[in-house]
T-cell receptor, first 115, second 116 residues
Framework: EAQVTQNPRYLITVTGKKLTVTCSQNMNHEYMSWYRQDPGLGLRQIYY???????DKGDVPEGYKVSRKEKRNFPLILESPSPNQTSLYFCASSLYGSSGANVLTFGAGSRLTVL | AQTVTQSQPEMSVQEAETVTLSCTYD???????LFWYKQPPSRQMILVIR????KQQNATENRFSVNFQKAAKSFSLKISDSQLGDAAMYFC?????????????WGAGTKLIIKP
């Protein structure tokens, strides 16, 4: 089944304790992206990647890191989490190119709470 | 910068009735894509319908249709014959054709309640 898999789905952690949210897709998509969802704000892009070893900042990158060493994986790293990073996180992927409105496939979301 | 506005934080409709969710956007571009996503309590983001701005014909997917008014920058979603399974948050989103980051710009969402 074609899908984007995120782990963990739920996580409660404490301020300053490094954590990684993994994201993996099995569709050979070039493009991958991370969003955070907060009430009243919709989703906002954190980072994106157009292919292996190519990453760039979205609208809200502060406090996050990413890497794209393999095509299928795009982990989100919080080096020193803070309470304002408490949010619902989504990983998404799509084909990349000029073939029209390439539709994003979303993971199931990861609910992160930072105490 | 582009913005997307959903002015209805919450809507309710009787089962089997029709409801329309509003979305307006601001852009200086002439070509772009518009989307409606559904987020049920499971939190999964599900694409409902999409519209390409250069197409004048309104998109339709079964009970879901849009009213795309390009000049007014309006993109409303109509749900016909509402079902209990339609209860969810609905998000309107915009994507530029020219931006290489493929970023979706999202509205704040509308919570749809279906009354049995």
């Amino acid at each position: 089944e074609a899908q984007v898999t995120q782990n963990p789905r739920y996580l409660i952690t404490v301020t300053g304790k490094k954590l990684t949210v993994t994201c993996s897709q099995n569709m050979n998509h070039e493009y991958m992206s991370w969003y955070r969802q907060d009430p009243g704000l919709g989703l906002r892009q954190i980072y994106y990647s157009m292919n292996v070893e190519v990453t760039d900042k979205g609208d809200v990158p502060e406090g996050y890191k990413v890497s794209r060493k393999e095509k299928r994986n795009f982990p989100l790293i919080l080096e020193s989490p803070s309470p304002n990073q408490t949010s619902l996180y989504f990983c998404a992927s799509s084909l990349y190119g000029s073939s029209g409105a390439n539709v994003l496939t979303f993971g199931a979301g990861s609910r992160l709470t930072v105490l | 910068a582009q913005t997307v506005t959903q002015s209805q934080p919450e809507m309710s409709v009787q089962e089997a009735e029709t409801v329309t969710l509003s979305c307006t956007y601001d852009t200086s571009e002439s070509d772009y894509y518009l989307f409606w996503y559904k987020q049920p309590p499971s939190r999964q983001m599900i694409l409902v319908i999409r519209q390409e701005a250069y197409k004048q014909q309104n998109a339709t997917e079964n009970r879901f249709s849009v009213n795309f008014q390009k000049a007014a920058k309006s993109f409303s979603l109509k749900i016909s014959d509402s079902q209990l399974g339609d209860a969810a948050m609905y998000f309107c989103a915009y994507r530029s054709v020219t931006d290489s980051n493929y970023q979706l710009i999202w509205g704040a969402g509308t919570k749809l309640i279906i009354k049995p």
